[in-house]
């Protein structure tokens, strides 16, 4: 049994060594008969004998060489019997090698039958351990694995489950999950079972509610496919469950929904108090006439302005400015790629980004910076509609200005026609609702930069101007 688990390369050259053994015995046995026949001098008939040789040799050499071999031994047998006449000595020649020769055919054909079913036992035992090292290692990949791992039957049972999906499914202990409808679980898996046979190669993703073996419901992610075996439809799924994920992301959604509307509150309380300002720079010129010094409405006017300007009076970096962390250029422009590259591509636009990777880091939100990026491209991507498809380019490009990283966006369109009224909050020249600029603008505030327009040059050109993660902060003010 040791030798069964020899690789077949070595069970080859082991044969190949043996040959060289086994044809030496065969001439050492063929010799010995014959001395054995000259020292009786043909009174003891040995010719069975000369069949051991033969058959000894046969299990190395070919069918070819066993038949010479056994033409010799029956020649060299001939040559002890002296007292026949010639054909008798033919014909015992002749069917002595007949016989020699049969044997040896038939011990080489059993031998290399032996050799073909041993060689096939061994590569079957040898496929039957790798077959089982991988399933032990899938076996141990879907246990350790922390996603649920599915199989469900043409009938909508589920055939086998991993450690994960007992867990996410919470099944009580000692409650198998095998054998349960994954209706009761999943319904989407379910209906994915039922859907048309000619729907072929089944492979997608949802996401979907499921509910646990207690009857309460949580979002999940899957993917699944279907496959044939036999003439039934199965189903193979991969589950995750994603409660905190849609809890960290409604939660983020609710923070920067807060965060917008300060930010917003906060910018359009600056544009009144300097509307407030204005009206109360009025209403003292106003007083200053002996006629309207007096004059009740005036005085109510005043009273108003001053009202207004205390309910205006929101600081809107005191308010909502925040230390947004670190955030990497690189990274950021190449995620802003990411996400307006499809839409680029419906026009046969390019968005090229000429940001080395080991850029500084800047400091300020990820979030925010990301935001006042894709308002930037979106307005770069209605402006280059209108021109040849080979003209439609956006350049991302960075560079390093005192303390500061002042990051570049400019787009191949026809430019601003009015970019005096580009930060002017509901100007009635907008695409859309005139805050897209204003609000960009103020999310830089937020993070003590600057959105500056820049007019040199082919297209439209805006610059960020940030500071680096090592620079000290300062206050930046811009109109």
């Known amino acids: 049994m040791d030798r069964l688990r020899l690789p077949l390369r070595w069970r080859g050259q082991l044969v190949k060594l043996n040959r060289a053994p086994t044809l030496w015995s065969a001439l050492a046995m063929l010799v010995l008969l014959a001395c054995i026949e000259a020292a009786w001098a043909s009174e003891v008939s040995l010719g069975v004998l000369y069949v051991l040789p033969v058959t000894l040799a046969a299990t190395v050499l070919r069918r070819r060489q066993i038949v010479v071999v056994a033409i010799a031994c029956a020649a060299l047998r001939g040559m002890f019997v002296l007292d026949e006449a010639w054909i008798e000595q033919a014909l015992r020649f002749a069917m002595a090698s007949v016989a020699y020769a049969g044997c040896g055919l038939l011990v080489a054909e059993v031998s290399r039958t032996r050799r073909v079913v041993l060689r096939h036992y061994v590569q079957l035992r040898a496929e039957q351990r790798l077959r089982r090292r991988v399933e032990r290692q899938l076996r141990l990949l879907a246990d350790s694995s922390p996603a649920a791992i599915l199989t469900v039957a043409g009938d909508g049972r589920i055939v086998a489950g991993n450690r994960a999906a007992h867990e996410i499914l919470e099944l009580p202990d000692g409650q198998a999950l095998e054998g349960r409808q994954v209706r009761d679980f999943l319904p989407v898996l379910d209906d994915a079972l039922h859907l048309s046979a000619s729907v072929e190669g089944l492979r997608t993703s949802a996401s979907t509610w499921g509910r646990r073996a207690d009857g309460s419901a949580f979002p999940a992610t899957t993917w699944f496919s279907a496959y044939q075996d036999s003439e039934t439809r199965h189903l193979a799924a991969i589950l995750v469950d994603t409660t905190e994920d849609v809890r960290a992301r409604a ?229």
């Open 251 to 479: 939660s983020a959604h609710f923070e920067d929904l807060l965060q917008n509307n300060r930010l917003l509150a906060g910018a359009v309380s600056h544009e009144i108090r300097n509307l407030c300002s204005a009206a109360g720079m009025v209403s003292a010129n106003l007083a200053r006439h002996p006629a309207l010094r007096e004059d009740p409405d005036l005085a109510a006017l005043r009273d108003l302005v001053q009202a207004l300007m205390e309910l205006a009076s929101f600081n809107l970096h005191k308010a909502s400015a925040r230390d947004g962390g670190e955030t990497s250029v690189y990274a950021l422009c190449n995620e802003l790629a990411l996400i307006v590259q499809p839409d680029w591509d419906d026009i046969d636009g390019q968005v090229q980004v000429e940001i080395e990777r080991d850029f500084p880091r800047v400091r300020g939100d990820r979030h925010a910076l990301l935001q006042v990026l894709l308002n930037l491209a979106r307005n770069a991507l209605r402006a280059v509609a209108t021109q040849p498809a080979s003209q439609r380019q956006l350049w991302l490009t960075a560079r390093v200005e005192s303390e500061h990283a002042v990051l570049s966006v400019r787009d191949s369109g026809p430019g601003l026609a009015r970019p005096e009224r580009l930060f002017q909050p509901f100007h009635r020249d907008s695409d859309g609702t005139g805050l897209g600029l204003y609000v960009s603008r103020a999310l830089m505030h937020n993070q003590h930069g600057q959105l500056r327009h820049v007019p040199d040059g082919p297209g439209c050109c805006f610059e960020l101007h940030l500071p680096l993660a090592r620079a000290p902060v300062t206050e930046t003010l811009d109109g």
